[in-house]
């Protein structure tokens, strides 16, 4: 007799194999080798019956299940069973894993092989490869975790609509992929007045504080990744020219702007200028936070630097103080601010650098810039090629990063312990709602429950009938309950995501915080919006500067301030604050629009109605 083993090899039948399996499941159970071997007899006899040259790995496994049953053997047969779901469970686990790996292996680039791809991922190699294949056990254990928390916190609830809609792609949870531990912030703005007084000992690192231009550059470095380890998005160090500054005028006196050109020596043998000198500590930061990391999982850190003109100046770091006692300048800050963006965008021509992702800031007050020099120099630079944020605001009440829309400063105290706290700043969690499939879900429950069903049966139809629709004094306000709805369970998934965090705190597995480089109570809770303008056009509204079009995004606006207004507070004792942001079309943004309907407008201006999945 022959046996044919799982992946399809064929051996010759050994029936000493049946025995040790079946006395290792007796004999942990306390059973005798007299028990042993009658079931032995019984499994080799219905092996006689079935008469065949062949028999399967699986059909013996199944014969002995029986004969444990037969022999009344109940808690064997129980333990028989759950012995080989386990092992099967195993086998598929591993299946899945080695498919990943060849397709990996196969694929031409990481994006085409990833759960959950990342932009800042350029190429493939075993260490990219660590990380992405366990991307999937990372997005399950952090929903489980998730489902957990709100059935402890909302008894009520019927936790089981997170998964839903999560998986009817309605909502979208940025990085949920990104920690085996399942949850993590994601991005930040730290102050970085701790790393002046302490280095990074309060964050695991080895380094004290720095003591020169030199030791600032090295260990601004290891900061910057031993803080993005600890998040899954970006982390922004606004005030890192203002304290490359300080360090310079302590190396070369508070003047040292005014003559760049003065000659210094590295060594007996070298000589240097101030202003080579200085680009050559740029080049030594800035090629190193770019360099691909395995604490990132072969990524570079998401950094973010900011530049402010002279009122944001003023109002972020007037009372600021440095721990030697002496105040920072705008004069020798906004010379370095110059020369690093010039320099930042001639280095770029050179090599392709991803990062910092430069944002500067400007006052606009009574129809103008209040600082006319800044604002003339960033139209220069935009003018030079150079490719950085503008974040434009009436006040020098918030700051701006990659993405968010505002980030409001809650305080702008100075200690000596934190430095300037108004730059603590960032979302500790963010979910963005998928506009488009939210108002195509609308829409459909509106016009079936309006007798217009046959729209929703794949069949043409036209545009002016949909805005029609949308146009029925009934439609706003039915829309609006429609999104409160979502946005109701979306602060519940907020909150119980926050107590995650809060519990991670507890148990010490956050020092970033405890360390005072950010506050866990300062960051937001974000909510994202993407697919606006799909949503619109898909409503037959045109996205330009008109009453239809202004009167719905003010309705989505409006009805998500008024939410994030109404749900700030405190949840057991942990302070709670929403914002808003406009997602741009990053990979994992981008990809609910390919699985949302679309419209087609064929050679007669119809408009073909493809169902939502």
Known sequence: MK????????????????????????????????????????????????????????????????????????????????????????????KKKTDFIAKYKESANTANATVDDNSNVANKNIGILNAEIHKSDNIQISRGMVMHKLKELFPDFDNKQYIKDLEHHIIYKHDESSFAGAVAPYCCSITMYPFLNEGIKGIGGLSAAPKNLDSFCGMYVNLIFATASQFA??????????????????????????????????????????????????????????????????????????????????????EFVFPDGTKPDWDSLNWIQKEFMQWFNQERLRCILTFPVESFTLLYKDGKFVDEESYNFVCEEYARGHSFFTYISDTVDSLSSCCRLK???????????????????????????????????????????????????????????????????????????????????????????????????????????TAGFINLNKQYLTVGLNGLNQAAEYLGLTCSDNPEYKEFCQLIFSTIKDFNTEHKGKFNGHQLTFNTELVPKRSGDFKPLLIDSELQMDNEGQATLLCAA
């Open 3 to 94: 046996v044919t083993k799982r992946d399809g090899q064929v051996v010759n039948f050994n029936p000493d194999k049946i025995k040790i399996a079946i006395n290792n499941c007796l004999s942990q159970l306390g059973y005798s080798n007299a028990d042993v071997e009658q079931v032995f007899k019984a499994v080799m006899g219905r092996i006689e019956e079935e008469e065949k040259g062949n028999i399967s790995v699986e059909t013996i496994q199944d014969l002995v299940e029986t004969s444990l049953m037969d022999l009344s053997y109940y808690s064997a047969a129980k333990s028989f069973i759950l012995y080989r779901k386990n092992h099967e469970a195993i086998r598929d686990y591993v």
């Open 233 to 318: 998005g970006a982390v922004a160090t606004s005030e890192f020219l203002l304290y490359f500054t300080y360090f310079c005028k302590r190396e070369w006196g508070e003047e040292f702007w005014k003559h760049p050109e003065t000659k210094i020596s590295i060594s007996s043998t070298r000589k240097k200028t101030i202003l080579s000198q200085i680009h050559q500590y740029w080049q030594q930061v800035i090629y190193s936070i770019n360099q691909p990391a395995a604490a990132r999982g072969m990524q570079s850190a998401f950094v973010n630097f900011s530049y402010f003109d002279k009122p944001f100046f003023d109002g972020m770091f007037g």
């Open 407 to 513: 980030n409001k400063i809650q305080t702008k105290e100075f200690n000596f312990t934190n430095g300037n706290m108004g730059v603590q700043t960032g979302s500790k969690s963010v979910i963005t709602l998928n506009l488009n499939r939210i108002v195509q879900d609308w829409f459909k429950t509106t016009v079936d429950e309006n007798g217009f069903s046959e729209c929703w049966q794949g069949v043409a139809t036209n545009i002016p009938g949909i805005r029609n629709t949308w146009r029925k004094n009934y439609s706003h306000s039915s829309f609006k309950e429609h999104l409160i709805s979502i946005l109701n369970r979306v602060y519940k998934y907020h909150i119980a995501y926050n107590e995650l965090l809060w519990d991670m705190y507890d148990a010490g597995l956050l020092p970033v915080y």
